[in-house]
């Protein structure tokens, strides 16, 4: 019998999470926002947490269903068996280390020089949402959005 490496769906990667199956919780970064939902992620979140599952926030949710071979979006995908791809496995959990580190850093620089998600005064007004891309409505992640709008990354010590 060939064994699973990665499940997918709200459901099973819940299941895979609880029973102390998941060796990383991967979610997609531009999930839809909604009550119900944002709750099922922080319920797994959580639990991924409490057991020590590495979580990776990466791809869009097309991008993520196209990387397993699937015509369809994914939300949610958890690796239950890195056995065949280990080394590519080890270097998404350390990439996802050192973006971790670096939200920590945005987030200490923000709060230091009292600046708001976009990286403007906190009392800045705006007209509109600077992270809400004008064609597609989308809003981008505050962290994604000051990464490509400040490229020289002002949160790095110097040499960074």
Same mark, same amino acid.
């Given at each position: 019998?060939?064994?699973?490496?990665?499940?997918?769906?709200?459901?099973?990667?819940?299941?895979?999470?609880?029973? =102390?199956?998941?060796?990383?919780?991967?979610?997609?970064?531009?999930?839809?926002?909604?009550?119900? *939902? $944002?709750?099922?992620?922080?319920?797994?979140?959580?639990?991924?947490? *409490?057991?020590?599952?590495?979580?990776?926030?990466? *791809?869009?949710?097309?991008?993520?269903?196209?990387?397993?071979?699937?015509?369809?979006?994914?939300?949610?995908?958890?690796?239950?068996?890195?056995?065949?791809?280990?080394?590519?496995?080890?270097?998404? *959990?350390?990439?996802?280390?050192?973006?971790?580190?670096?939200?920590?850093?945005? $987030?200490?620089?923000?709060?230091?020089?009292?600046?708001?998600?976009?990286?403007?005064?906190?009392?800045?007004?705006?007209?509109?949402?600077?992270?809400?891309?004008?064609?597609?409505?989308?809003?981008?992640?505050?962290?994604?959005?000051?990464?490509?709008?400040?490229?020289?990354?002002?949160?790095?010590?110097? =040499?960074?």
């Amino acid at each position: 019998k060939v064994k699973k490496r990665i499940v997918v769906g709200m459901r099973e990667v819940e299941r895979s999470i609880k029973r =102390g199956n998941s060796k990383c919780f991967i979610i997609a970064y531009n999930l839809e926002q909604s009550a119900t *939902l $944002d709750e099922v992620v922080k319920r797994n979140v959580e639990e991924a947490k *409490l057991r020590n599952v590495p979580i990776v926030y990466a *791809l869009k949710k097309s991008a993520l269903g196209k990387a397993l071979g699937k015509r369809m979006n994914m939300s949610f995908v958890s690796v239950v068996s890195p056995e065949g791809a280990y080394e590519l496995y080890k270097e998404i *959990l350390q990439l996802s280390e050192e973006l971790h580190q670096e939200k920590l850093r945005i $987030d200490q620089w923000l709060e230091s020089n009292q600046l708001n998600e976009c990286g403007d005064p906190k009392d800045t007004v705006y007209e509109h949402n600077p992270r809400e891309d004008a064609h597609t409505k989308i809003m981008l992640d505050p962290y994604r959005y000051l990464i490509t709008a400040l490229p020289h990354r002002p949160w790095n010590p110097e =040499g960074e």
